[in-house]
């Protein structure tokens, strides 16, 4: 019994650190920067569960608002003001839909992983642009209006979260029967 509730603490910490590994790998871009965030956020939920993989996802975002500089472009509380935030509540939510669905079967097939990874993305812009769109316009004074933010926010990003979510699905698929095998 403690030997499975310190394996899901070292889990659950390897994907918090993963995390920060992958905001640290970015790509510029107008709105909010490309990082493989995602395909760890959806990872986590994979192979850990939804439970478990938004409580990684939660470690990694509190970590940040304590002032660490794990997030894309830095750290502390004052970042929750940051338009982008919502993209980071997203990952928290995506995991855990992602993990429930993912896991709802034993060995899940590609079709399964992918509905996941592609609900999980689509759970990460909602919660993103709709954020972005709040703070801006309401607490910022700093307007976007919805094309634009539709635009720099979804279109110009989503292409390479499509990508990631496809490798998710692909590792997924190799990774699930290895942790399920070792959980036995």
Not at 48 to 59: F, N, P, Q, W
């Amino acid at each position: 019994m403690k030997t499975k509730r310190i394996e899901s603490l070292i889990l659950s910490a390897l994907f918090a650190a993963l995390m920060v590994v992958g905001a640290l790998i970015r790509i510029p871009s107008p709105v909010v920067p490309f990082t493989l965030q995602l395909l760890f956020t959806m990872m986590a939920g994979l192979l850990l569960g939804g439970k478990r993989g938004a409580a990684s996802v939660g470690v990694y975002i509190a970590l940040g608002l304590l002032g660490l500089p794990v997030f894309a472009e830095g750290g502390g509380l004052s970042y929750a003001l940051k338009p982008s935030f919502g993209y980071l509540i997203g990952f928290a939510a995506a995991s855990y839909v992602t993990g429930v669905i993912g896991n709802k079967s034993l060995n899940p097939g590609y079709k399964r992983l992918l509905a996941a990874n592609f609900i999980g993305l689509g759970i990460v812009y909602l919660f993103g642009m709709t954020y972005y769109y709040l703070i801006s316009n309401f607490y910022l004074g700093n307007p976007i209006g919805l094309w634009p933010l539709f635009l720099h926010g979804f279109i110009l990003t989503v292409p390479g979260d499509i990508v990631l979510c496809i490798f998710g699905a692909i590792l997924g698929k190799r990774l699930i029967p290895i942790m399920r095998k070792d959980r036995m």
